[in-house]
């Protein structure tokens, strides 16, 4: 059994939790594992711009680990009172082996966040995926993500896949 660990992107008193290096890293083996279609070609189609972005202050990234190698990486994004857009990628290289448990950890782990009273913080995640990523799509249901249904021309004229999670449920599918 592999070890699964998710590690968030946080500043500690001045010092983050893991350098700009990791985070270029992680965009060369979008590039490689060739999955740079994630992101909207004008807002992000470099390293620079995946840094710049992942450091914004409503975006809340996170890595993977998967017996300390870095497996996937996501973030959670357009906060709004209890919710959050939630997106995440798994490395080719796990594709089929451990991709479910990491997406599961990534979830329970932005359910985790707690706000300045120490109440949740996150009770509702909500995903797009493109349509044209079928295998992607029939993941997100895996994960134990329920579908809302789809949404004609959102993203550059794809149609998008709209899924979420819920808190209770989340606690309900992995303890």
């Not at 870095?70 to 973030?75: K, N």
Request: with cysteine; glycine share 8%; net charge negative.
């Amino acid at each position: 059994m592999s070890d699964i660990t998710v590690a968030g992107y946080v500043e500690l008193e001045g010092v983050r939790t893991f350098n700009d290096q990791t985070l270029k890293y992680i965009w060369d083996q979008l590039v490689k594992d060739g999955t740079t279609y994630l992101f909207n070609k004008d807002e992000i189609s470099n390293s620079d711009e995946f840094i710049v972005f992942m450091k914004l202050a409503n975006v809340f990234p996170a890595i993977v680990l998967i017996d300390n190698e870095i497996g996937g990486f996501g973030w959670v994004q357009s906060v709004k009172k209890n919710s959050a857009e939630a997106n995440h990628f798994m490395f080719k290289k796990y594709w089929g082996k451990h991709t479910v448990e990491m997406a599961k950890a990534l979830t329970k782990y932005w359910f985790s966040f707690k706000n300045e009273e120490g109440g949740q913080f996150f009770d509702v995640l909500v995903g797009y995926t493109s349509k044209a990523n079928q295998k992607a799509c029939k993941f997100v249901e895996h994960i134990g993500w329920k579908i809302l249904g789809t949404i004609p021309y959102l993203d550059e004229g794809d149609d998008m896949l709209i899924s979420y999670a819920i808190r209770e449920i989340e606690a309900k599918n992995n303890g």
